[in-house]
């Protein structure tokens, strides 16, 4: 079945990696999976010039909440991404929210267009998770997705939720199986009952937090779980490409 597969770069790059990860990756990809590369902004154009091929789709790692203001210095319109062959933008990564902008105001930007389609970032850290917190955060991150006010301009037609739970990530440690799928279902389920818009087959749910390539296929494997967002891992093209051609 195809799944997704999606590489967040985070803050790292230059030309010269962006020129030998694609020499290898154009090489050796052999995959049928939808593949999503999220390069820091400053790359995404030359990523871009790599498309040639077609093979993976290109995504930014977040839109400005005011984005689409053009009286703002350092915004970046969804045009703009939309322009340099983004189809994808990531909302409300763990490590963004509560910075520079709040999870709420991140949201209320969201669908600017249909052409970019916004894959939103929840999950728990290391202390909600001991307190048995979990489910209601998490319905908590996603009352913005499901307000009908986020959507002033479009009416999406599908929702891709990243499920990364904070404490996974970066550290090597994942959730059981069996809980990946049971925090999946819950996403599935609460905004199947909740979205304004959305039924349940038009929600997807990715895994992020220490993918690699040992433990890629089991994630990838387990009940509801649509695709993985990975960070580390991706950043070797090598460990990436050989997670895209898993044949699940
Ligand atoms: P790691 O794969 O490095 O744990 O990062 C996950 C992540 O934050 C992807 O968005």
């Known amino acids: 079945m195809k799944k997704i597969i999606a590489a967040n770069w985070k803050n790292n790059g230059s030309k010269k990696f962006v020129k030998d990860y694609f020499e290898y990756f154009f090489k050796n990809v052999d995959s049928n999976n939808e593949i999503i590369i999220f390069p820091p902004d400053l790359y995404i154009s030359q990523v871009n010039d790599y498309r040639r091929k077609k093979n993976f789709m290109l995504g930014s790692q977040n839109i400005n909440y005011v ?3 053009e009286t703002f210095t350092s915004g970046h319109s969804s045009d703009m991404f939309i322009d340099n ?3 994808y933008t990531l909302v409300g990564h763990s490590e963004v929210r ?3 902008i709040t999870y709420s105001e991140a949201a209320k930007s969201l669908w600017a267009s249909n052409d970019l389609q ?3 970032c929840v999950g728990e850290s290391a202390d909600t998770k001991k307190d048995g917190n979990t489910q209601n955060v998490i319905s908590k991150q996603l009352e913005d997705l499901c307000d009908k006010r986020s959507y002033p301009k479009v009416i999406p037609k599908k929702v891709i939720v990243a499920y990364e739970p904070v404490w ?3 550290t090597g440690n994942i959730p059981k199986i069996d809980d990946i799928s049971f925090i999946h279902k819950f996403i599935k389920t609460y905004v ?3 979205h304004p818009f959305l039924k349940e087959k038009d929600i997807m749910v990715l895994y992020g937090g220490s993918v690699n390539s040992i433990n890629a296929s089991e994630i990838l494997n387990a009940q509801y779980v649509d695709g993985v967002l990975i960070g580390g891992a991706s950043l070797d093209s090598k460990e990436f490409t050989k997670i895209c051609n898993l044949k699940i």
């Open 67 to 69: 984005s689409d203001d």
């Open 85 to 87: 062959g983004c189809s």
């Open 98 to 100: 509560g910075h520079d």
């Open 118 to 120: 916004v894959i939103f």
């Open 168 to 170: 996974a990530i970066g």
């Open 192 to 194: 199947s009952e909740n």
